[in-house]
């Protein structure tokens, strides 16, 4: 199933609906905030509203995304499409006027069970191969693909925020049909290539304590206006906290996570990536 992006609330409202039954259903907003006591109130005025719950909201780097830039990104789980539906009806317009432009991606969620089983793993690993990072990692790494990975810039916003924070990493995939090794390469798809890259950084995110909180398969995006770079087709949403930024950065200095780049490179087509720490 494809994923349906819209300029029209009414139409991505109506996709939800005719693409979800009794699954669960999160939806992701991505905002650019112009009223910042408006919004405050907005947040009051929504959490756990229609059976909803607030499970993530983050304040995102001050560094564009091939120019979409945003302040934060806030995650509510409902229980159905129906209760997606009516918050969205409810809380839609109030959300239009304290944002300058905004985005709202909605999926449907993995199981719980995944996510709470990642976490005890990367405890296990963490206690008997763990590393510590301590002090400033170097900063040699640098993108050789900036479609599937976080551009310069994004890079250098990231080393100059507090490191000792949390960091969350928002990852939405697109993966290509088939993968690209090259002549000689593997001749896979695109999802196993990246596969073979998880299970590579996988283990490195793992051992310093990180893993994915959260993820799922997009369904339906609206945005607020036409020129957002989100607009698109996805097909995969991951989520995954570190528990200090020092730890994303010293992962892709380490020659084991290099060894996993060339999965990355052949597996995606493009990648939208935000990092962000607790609002």
Known sequence: MNISSNIDIKAFLRTLKENVSSQKVALVFHLKIEDC???????????????????????????????????????????????????????????????????????????????????????????????????????????????VWPDENQMKVARNQNLDEALFVYNLNKYKPVADYGESGDKISGKEAYDRYAKIAGFELLRRGAYPVYGGKPISLYCSSNDCMLIDDWDHFIFVRYPQRRNLLATIESDEFNNGQVHRDAGLERVAIFMANKA
Not at 70 to 83: K, N, R, T
Not at 91 to 113: H, N, T
């Open 37 to 147: 006591q408006g919004y405050e109130k907005w947040l009051d005025e929504s959490e756990a509203q229609f059976g909803g719950k607030r499970l993530y909201r983050v304040k995102a780097d001050p560094a564009p995304r091939e120019g979409m830039l945003i302040d934060e990104i806030v995650i509510d789980e409902h229980p159905s499409a129906q209760s997606a539906l009516e918050f969205m009806s409810a809380f839609d317009e109030g959300l239009k006027q304290v944002c300058i432009v905004y985005a709202v991606l909605a999926i449907i969620p993995e199981p719980s069970i995944i996510f709470r089983l990642v976490k005890v793993i990367s405890w296990l690993v963490n206690l008997f191969k763990g590393v510590t990072d301590k002090g400033v990692p170097t900063a040699n790494w640098k993108a050789a693909n900036g479609t």
